[in-house]
């Protein structure tokens, strides 16, 4: 599996942006898409996932009413549509794949197999 992150960019503090993935390669099956991101000198940190069965979704509290995912299953894309970007929003952003997952997608990093080059996001202020 190929994950292709795109859509980065420097923005001001309140301006918006979209994050796309695509997922290639053996993608059959159920799997979870899941976005993470990592500050200079941070850990990368779990931000938001969409089931792969109904849509529903999980974000860490500090994007939530912000950001949105969403995923286009039969083409195998996942969005992450980012409104209000704040400073501390900076960081590179990565797209995860999981296998065999139905529901969300796990939290932890350490829980995925694939993952995309990472696209840089900059919130100036």
């Known amino acids: 599996v190929q994950l292709q992150a795109s859509g980065g960019g420097l923005v001001q503090a309140g301006g918006s942006l979209r994050l796309s993935c695509a997922a290639t390669?053996?993608?059959?099956?159920?799997?979870?898409l899941s976005w993470f991101r990592q500050a200079p000198g941070k850990e990368r940190e779990f931000v938001a996932t969409?089931?792969?069965?109904?849509?529903?979704?999980d974000y860490v509290d500090s994007v939530k009413g912000r950001f949105t995912i969403s995923r286009d299953n039969p083409e195998n894309w996942v969005y992450l549509q980012m409104n209000n970007l704040k400073p501390e929003d900076t960081a590179v952003y990565y797209c995860?794949?999981?296998?065999?997952?139905?529901?969300?997608?796990?939290?932890?990093?350490?829980?995925?197999?694939?993952w995309g080059q990472g696209t840089q996001v900059t919130v100036s202020s």
């Open positions: 390669g053996r993608t059959a099956g159920t799997y979870a």
């Open positions: 969409i089931s792969w069965s109904d849509g529903t979704t």
């Open positions: 995860a794949y999981e296998r065999g997952i139905r529901g969300l997608g796990p939290r932890r990093s350490d829980e995925y197999d694939y």
